[in-house]
């Protein structure tokens, strides 16, 4: 029995060391990174001098230029919220955000403690200079939006609450318990030594901050410990300058000094914009001029969003058309940095965020084709290695691109009404809805590499039965007819009796998915249907391959022109099998006038409804992420974001309904797609496959296209073509110090 007891106590002394070791690695390897101590007893990594990020590297400060990369929270199926990001997922992302020459990994809010010991664990086995981190601290944003005082007591205490947790998570020296939306375990991995700085609060709404200078206009003045306002200070300035102060005496308690920035956006720079169409845009001012350090060692610097594409005096603004880039065009993007810089005299700046997504859809039109959305993956890397360039070359201390993962939750202003029912966004991905698709890391539905769309029928005959559905139709000209699905497309193959010449034909498939809809049109000949197309696909010459929308079921003229009065509307349009056909559009600008802008502006919109020819194959040196459609010979293939064929939510089967007036819309269930398709001989001018003689012709007669509402979504990343275009600017860019 002794000698049991003995044997249980070698074991559990056995255990308990291992634990011990294990839990002290955390801290004792970190502090083997070179850091600097001060003359007050903190250790110091990073610090500002003069306009510029210096690392302590070789006993001695040099200069770091930060080449960043935004990290999102969330992945596909999910919300931010819901923290599904595993260890195993950051260790990867790490691994090719390194190979992508980044230096510094930027997060919004406290991730849950698999990031900090991923990041720890990777930067110790790694070679070379280790990932740094850029650790956001998320401020009561809805709160300080719906209240619109900052100086509220529930808010401020909010405020401090996330910074003591944002603190304690990064040092490994919290237990966060269990809250709705927010990370929570017990955070052990010190990440201390591996911090460039701290990135306070997120953007400030431009009511919110006006309301709370009015309403505190006395309160003008803080005296922190460590940070402190000027005589120049605004009441919102002056609570700013309290919370990053509050965040400087958290960490000063484990004896770290870091920089310190607060986020900041166009909307509230310190410049004036008289070009500026919105009063909002231009409204107010938070100036990080205006808080000055006391003691903080590590100093402080400016930073901003900054996109090429928003607000619109990128566009109008005529104080910003006077700078030209290296290919002498006019650069309002370069302008701006320029004059941005030269007002933080004597003081680091940085752009925290900028990019352009490769997406379908478009919000917002920028100078020199940088619009939000409408790009090309390779376009899209073009555009952010260009913008980073331009950073660099103003004398920025870096810049952190925006962002490494697609995520599908977001939403955009243009098509977030479309959107239905709006909690089940994350379940499929929109690809007119730009902010969804920011990443250079794709996170791709299922199908994408499975079915390529290159007019190669073969992968079609490699998938599983359950995958893909024959439509049983007798229809001249075609042999066959498969669909098949994932949560971004619906995706179509004919094969024909003939091999197909746009020259001399042009092919339609009519849509229907909900009853309604245009019996008849021009592209139907003489012939009528007794059920109504919703949507009507042509393909030919690359001028006329589109997808357009039944007359009184376009969503966009119905909230834009019936219930906003922004857009002309003929009545006759709006009557049920008009038998017109409009293009899909999407609203980029809405129609302004004054009082609310300072002068008119009328409404500016783009079609989104063209049809691109070329393959989606990513290992093809033709790849084009926007492509639409191919045909070789007898076969075509086709895909189609659900949107563009009325579908608000495809995991649900909603599709848009005809009912509904006003701002808001309502939804129905649909039992799937009835495809319609015919061939137009272009020298006849005739129909050569839908039966004259039979009128009307039984659509309601055709095999539908079905599937199961979805729960639970399948995707696969993959890098985007961006990655490697904004990898050789990253590798290229100097200055850049690695440390050993």
């Not at 304690?168 to 927010?182: F, M, N, R, S």
């Not at 490494?404 to 379940?427: A, H, I």
């Not at 890391?441 to 007019?455: A, C, E, F, R």
Request: charged share 25%.
């Amino acid at each position: 029995m002794k000698r049991k007891n003995s044997r249980v106590k070698w074991v559990s002394l056995t255990l308990l060391l291992v634990a011990g070791i294990s839990y002290l690695w955390w801290f004792w390897d970190i502090s083997r990174v070179e850091s600097m101590e001060t003359a007050s007893g903190f250790q110091m990594k990073f610090r500002t001098t003069g306009d510029q990020i210096e690392i302590y590297q070789d006993q001695k400060w040099q200069p770091f230029f930060v080449k960043g990369v935004n990290l999102g929270a969330s992945l596909p199926g999910h919300y931010p919220g819901e923290l599904p990001i595993k260890k195993e997922d950051y260790l990867r992302w790490f691994a090719m955000i390194d190979e992508m020459g980044a230096n510094v990994i930027r997060v919004y809010t406290i991730h849950p403690p698999e990031f900090y010991e991923a990041l720890v664990s990777y930067n110790h086995k790694k070679e070379g200079a280790p990932l740094y981190l850029m650790q956001g601290i998320w401020s009561p944003e809805e709160l300080l939006i719906e209240k619109k005082d900052a100086y509220l007591p529930e808010i401020r205490e909010a405020f401090r609450h996330e910074i003591q947790d944002a603190v304690g998570a990064v040092y490994g020296d919290i237990t966060l318990p269990e809250k709705q939306g927010k990370a929570s375990g017990k955070y052990r991995a010190n990440a201390g030594p591996y911090l460039i700085g701290w990135h306070t609060g997120t953007e400030w709404d431009p009511v919110m901050v006006q309301n709370t200078n009015k309403l505190h206009a006395k309160s003008v003045s803080y005296q922190g410990v460590h940070f402190r306002t000027t005589d120049k200070s605004t009441a919102f300035e002056t609570w700013l300058t309290e919370m990053v102060d509050t965040v400087a005496q958290e960490e000063s308690k484990h004896g770290w000094q870091h920089p310190m920035t607060f986020t900041n956006w166009v909307t509230t720079d310190p410049l004036s914009h008289p070009g500026e169409p919105i009063y909002q845009e231009d409204l107010v001012s938070v100036d990080p001029t205006h808080i000055q350090v006391a003691s903080w060692d590590a100093g402080y610097f400016a930073s901003y969003h900054v996109y090429p594409y928003y607000p619109d005096f990128f566009r109008h603004d005529p104080a910003l058309q006077q700078v030209k880039n290296e290919a002498g065009e006019i650069d309002t993007y370069k302008a701006y940095l320029r004059q941005l810089k030269a007002y933080h005299k004597d003081m680091p700046i940085m752009v925290t965020e900028f990019g352009v997504p490769a997406s379908w859809g478009t919000a917002h039109l920028g100078n020199l084709g940088r619009d939000q959305g409408g790009h090309t993956e390779k376009e899209q890397g073009e555009i952010n290695a260009a913008l980073m360039r331009e950073i660099g070359e103003e004398g920025y201390a870096g810049g952190i691109v925006f962002a490494w993962q697609d995520e599908w939750f977001k939403k955009t202003w243009n098509t977030m009404r479309f959107e239905l029912p709006e909690d089940r966004r994350s379940f499929w991905i929109n690809v007119l809805t730009n902010e969804s698709l920011f990443g250079l890391l794709g996170m791709y539905p299922n199908k994408d590499g499975v079915l390529n769309i290159d007019g190669d029928r073969s992968d079609w005959d490699k998938m599983q039965p359950e995958e893909k559905q024959r439509l049983d139709l007798a229809v001249p000209g075609f042999e066959e007819i498969w669909m098949a699905h994932d949560e971004g497309y619906v995706y179509l193959m004919a094969q024909l009796d003939h091999s197909f010449d746009s020259e001399k034909e042009k092919l339609y498939f009519g849509v229907d998915t909900t009853p309604g809809g245009n019996r008849h049109a021009p592209e139907l000949g003489g012939v009528r249907l007794d059920e109504g197309l919703e949507t009507l696909i042509s393909l030919g010459k690359d001028e006329e391959s589109e997808i357009r929308i039944s007359s009184n079921y376009d969503f966009h003229t119905r909230l834009y022109g019936k219930a906003y009065g922004m857009l002309p509307v003929k009545e006759e349009e709006m009557h049920d099998d008009s038998g017109v056909f409009k293009p899909w559009k999407l609203a980029v600008g809405l129609e302004m006038e004054p009082p609310d802008s300072k002068k008119y502006y009328p409404m500016e919109e783009v079609g989104v409804g063209k049809l691109a020819r070329g393959t989606t194959d990513s290992e093809d040196a033709s790849y084009n992420s926007l492509a639409a459609w191919q045909v070789k010979g007898k076969v075509v293939e086709m895909r189609v974001p659900w949107m563009l064929l009325g579908f608000t939510d495809p995991s649900s089967l909603a599709v848009m309904s005809y009912q509904g007036e006003g701002k808001t819309f309502k939804t129905a269930t649909t039992k799937g797609i009835r495809i319609l398709p015919w061939i137009v001989d272009r020298a006849k001018a005739q129909t050569t496959s839908l039966p004259q003689e039979s009128s009307p012709f039984r659509v309601s007669e055709l095999p539908i296209y079905s599937w199961p509402t979805w729960e639970q979504v399948r995707y696969h990343e993959r890098k985007k073509q961006s990655y490697s275009i904004l990898q050789k600017t990253y590798r290229d860019m100097k200055p850049s110090i690695l440390q050993k």
